[in-house]
C-alpha cells in the first residue's frame, strides 16, 4: 500500500443526514478569519472535490473539517463542505461534529451535560450535549441568528406557474414553499419529483427574489428549497414535516437545523411562534428535530430569532481516505446519472 495522503474521518450521521468529520490529515487552510478559510476552501476544491466526488464521496455526503478556532470563546472550529455549497452554518452537521468531538475523546466530556462553544463560518453556536455512558444522546445547538427575508412573495416557476413563497436565513438561505400549493403530501415515495420541483423553485427565487446577507454580502443566493407542511399541533406542539431540496439533487433526510430556524424565523414574523414555544421539525423519513425560538434579537436593524435545535448523532465508522499516486483521478470525478445538473 502506498499513499501521497492519508485523510482521517469518523463518520457520522444525524437524524438520517451523514456528516462525516475529518479529524486529522488535513492542515488548517489559510486565512485570517473562519470565513475567510471556508472561502479559501471553496475557491480551492482539492479537498471538497477529493471528499465529495466519486470515488469516496457522492451526493448524499457532507464533509467537515475540524480546525483550530479563531474566536477564543470556542473549543474547536470546523468547515462545511456540502456538494454544491461551503456554507455558514448547517444543522445536521454541527450534531456530527459536536457528537464526533465527544463520543470519540476528542474534547473532554461531562456526564450528565457538557456545554461547549463551537465556531462556524457563519458564528458561534452553543452547543449543550446530554451524554451518558460515553455517548453524547442528545445535542442542542443554539443556531446563529436567523430572519425572515421576504414574506408571502409571488414567484413565476418553469412548470408550476405562479407559486407564494417565503425567504429566510437560518445561518443558510431558504426559499419556503407549501406542498399543498404544489400537490405534494411530503411521502418517502415523492422524493425524486419534490428534487426535481424544488430544484426549480430555487431556481426561480434566486433569479426572481435573490438573497442577500446583511452582514456577509459574500453569502448572497438561496441555497435550498424547503417544502414546508402547514403547522399542525400534535399533543399541544407546534409541528411541521418538510422536505429540504439540496443542490445539485438530493433531499435532507433530516429535518435540516437550519431550515427549522429559518422556518421559526417565517412563524415568528407572521405571529404563528411565540418565542420559546416548542416546535417539532420533522423529516421525510420521519426523524425529528426539537426546536424553538430562544430570544428575539436583531441582526442589522432586522428582527431577528436565535433558534435552537435538538437532535441525535450516531457514529457510523472510521475511515482512512488513501491517494494512489498512480491514480490518474486525484479529485474523483461527479456524472450526471447521481450527481444532476442544477435543473432549471
Ligand atoms: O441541518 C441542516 O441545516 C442541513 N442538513 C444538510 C443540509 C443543511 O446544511
Known sequence: MRSSKVIHVVSCHAEGEVGDVIVGGVAPPPGDTLWEQSRWIARDETLRNFMLNEPRGGVFRHVNLLVPSKDPRAQMAWIIMEPADTPPMSGSN??????????????????????????????LVEITAQCRDGKAEKVEVHNVPSFADKIDRWIEVEGVGSLQVDTAYGGDSFVIADPQQLGFSLHADEAADLVATGLKITHAANEQLGFTH?????????????????????????????????RPGKIDRSPCGTGCSARMAVLHAKGQLKVGEPFIGRSIIGSEFECRIV????????????????????ITGTHQHLLDPSDPWPEGYQLSDTWPRDLK
Open 94 to 123: 454541527s450534531l456530527c461534529v459536536a457528537t464526533v468531538l465527544l463520543d470519540s475523546g476528542i474534547l473532554p466530556m461531562t456526564e450528565p451535560v457538557t456545554h461547549l462553544v463551537l465556531e462556524a463560518p457563519g458564528g
Open 214 to 246: 446583511p452582514l456577509n454580502p459574500q453569502w448572497s443566493h438561496i441555497s435550498f428549497c424547503q417544502i414546508a407542511a402547514p403547522v399542525s399541533h400534535e399533543s399541544g406542539v407546534a409541528t411541521a414535516t418538510n422536505a429540504v431540496v439540496i
Open 295 to 314: 430570544s428575539p434579537c436583531d441582526i442589522a436593524g432586522r428582527p431577528a430569532i436565535i433558534p435552537s435545535l435538538a437532535g441525535r448523532a450516531w
